[in-house]
């Protein structure tokens, strides 16, 4: 055990300390604090046991160290020391649980003492939190969870000895034997996607218990939500319940349970159900059966209930035809072809819908094609796929857009939409910087060659390009802007400067003086000379 002695009094920390066997009481570090500021320091590094702490200190009292120390651990144990033997403060260490209220300077037998009782104290707590009693109560208070993962390690494959199985059958409360099970997977529909975010676990919650309400009548009910967020239901038939008729039987049973989830929590369901197998060794086999007959019906079906044997996979024959005929989707996305692109994906669902159905390989094939195509325009433009879609990139991440056709069509075309907008921002900005370059150029190098080639060769662009793109840009054509500059620079050289009008017409860019004066009065009514005068 690890102790603090705090006293604004430098020698009593010392004393008590340094020169008494604690030791022999079993505390291994005595730590020692001359401020209650000092003492919370040491408390917040190293796991302090005990305090001894004087009750009068000039930053903080003994009694609102305590209050301090009960805020982040209330099962350290506080011993008082003062030299008053004051009521009020008796009465205040006793309501913040002290073990004792000591009058200085306290003899070693009090002192002692004292350290005893809290070290008895904290050995009592401590045994009483280890103690059987409440290691059952902990477990009754987490049974659920605790079923809920002895089911998922079972799903998964986690290998237990027959008598593991038992003794933890036996612990958990669930009234399962070894023999004769069978296996629901209950997926829920669209309808609950309003829940994602906000009460998702009620519902399952809900559903959970209309199923036991349902089913529990004729076979035992385990349920838990497993790992792609199907809801798993063991079931084993009660010992007083007939064995005869059981699928007919189960089959009943599952329609009634989706209608009263529909009835109830307004959400379709769709069930599949395996034979009945040995528990708990073949449950990992039929589990997987199971969950990959829901990923084969990756169509819009829903509300199904299906039932499950021993089948080899109907693997689906023959290539998805529409994702690979060119031009191909990222050549489509590179030259910016959003209506193509959108045609082709258009195409590709309908593929998917007519003819693969029942092929959850050749959704996955589109969909990686596609989110690989996205993700190559968004590194090309600079982005990552993830900082783009912000949320919309979980589906991706977690397999959820490839898991049926709608899914997948939604998925995309949102997507397709804000690769647009976001490539469309960008063709902006770049014709945005485009013109801010040529400005740029042609103001400080009005005098020289700043003719629509120039420009262009500036900016490494073809002539005819950069025309179309100031021109979208800024609305006017390039030769009206360098009028415009041209005549607004002249007038303010006319203005703050007593230059000659050849020479501004040479600063400005026109060679031949004539020619500037003609061009000036055409704008303006004057010339340049009586511009100046006027002005």
């Not at 039987?249 to 989830?261: P, S, T």
């Not at 009206?480 to 017409?505: E, G, P």
């Amino acid at each position: 055990m690890q102790m603090i002695i705090v006293d604004d009094e430098a020698h009593w920390v010392d004393n008590l300390s340094m020169h008494k066997p604690w030791h022999t009481l079993g505390i291994e570090q005595v730590h020692k604090a001359y401020s209650a500021h000092e003492a919370l320091q040491i408390l917040e590094t190293h796991p302090i046991d005990i305090v001894i702490s004087d009750i009068l200190m000039p930053e903080m009292t003994g009694i609102e160290l305590i209050e301090r120390i009960r805020l982040f651990d209330k099962k350290i144990k506080c011993i008082i020391l003062s030299g008053h033997s004051d009521f009020e403060f008796t009465k205040e260490a006793v309501r913040h649980q002290a073990v004792d209220y000591l009058l200085k300077p306290p003899t070693d037998n009090e002192l002692f003492d004292a350290v005893k009782a809290a070290i008895d104290q904290l050995n009592r707590e401590w045994e009483s939190i280890s103690s059987y009693e409440h290691t059952l109560y902990t477990l009754r208070e987490n049974l659920p969870l605790l079923r809920g993962q002895l089911l998922l390690d079972a799903l998964q494959g986690h290998r237990m000895t027959a008598d593991e199985w038992s003794r933890k059958l036996e612990n958990y409360g669930l009234p399962f034997r070894f023999g004769e099970c069978a296996l629901l997977l209950v997926r829920m529909e669209e309808e609950f996607g309003q829940y994602k975010n906000n009460g998702q676990h009620l519902m399952e919650y809900a559903i959970i218990n209309i199923a036991e309400e349902i089913i529990g009548e004729f076979a035992e009910v385990w349920g838990v939500k497993e790992e792609h967020g199907y809801l798993a239901f063991l079931l084993q038939i009660k010992e007083d319940q007939a064995d005869v008729g059981k699928e007919t039987k189960l089959e009943k049973l599952a329609m009634k349970l989706q209608y009263k989830v529909k009835q109830f929590l307004k959400g379709s369901l769709s069930i599949v159900m395996t034979e009945w197998f040995r528990f708990p060794d073949q449950l990992p086999d039929h589990y997987r059966q199971a969950s990959a007959y829901f990923r084969q019906i990756v169509g819009d079906e829903q509300e199904f209930i299906m039932r499950v044997g021993d089948f080899e996979h109907d693997v689906s024959k023959g290539t998805l035809d529409a994702i690979h005929m060119p031009p191909s989707l990222i050549n489509l996305l590179e030259g910016g072809r959003w209506d193509a692109v959108a045609d082709k994906l258009v195409a590709v669902f309908a593929e998917l819908d007519d003819r693969w159905s029942e092929s959850w390989e050749h959704c996955m094939e589109a969909g990686h094609l596609i989110a690989s195509s996205f993700t190559h325009l968004a590194h090309r433009n600079g982005y990552t796929l993830t900082k783009l879609l912000g949320p919309e990139i979980e589906p991706l991440q977690s397999g959820e857009a490839f898991s049926s056709i709608s899914k997948l069509r939604k998925w995309s075309l949102g997507v397709l939409d804000k690769l647009k907008e976001s490539t469309s921002n960008d063709i902006k900005d770049i014709r945005s910087l485009y013109v801010k370059k040529v400005q740029d150029y042609a103001e400080k190098n009005l005098h020289l060659d700043v003719s629509l080639r120039a420009l262009a060769d500036h900016v490494n662009l073809h002539p005819t390009h950069l025309s179309k793109i100031y021109k979208i840009e800024t609305g006017e054509g390039i030769s009206d802007y360098m009028s415009s500059l041209r005549m607004d620079r002249a007038c303010h050289l006319l203005k703050t400067t007593d230059k000659k009008v050849y020479q501004i017409s040479m600063d400005v860019g026109y060679m031949d003086p004539a020619y500037f004066i003609k061009v000036f009065k055409r704008q303006f009514g004057v010339t340049p000379q009586e511009y100046r005068d006027g002005n």
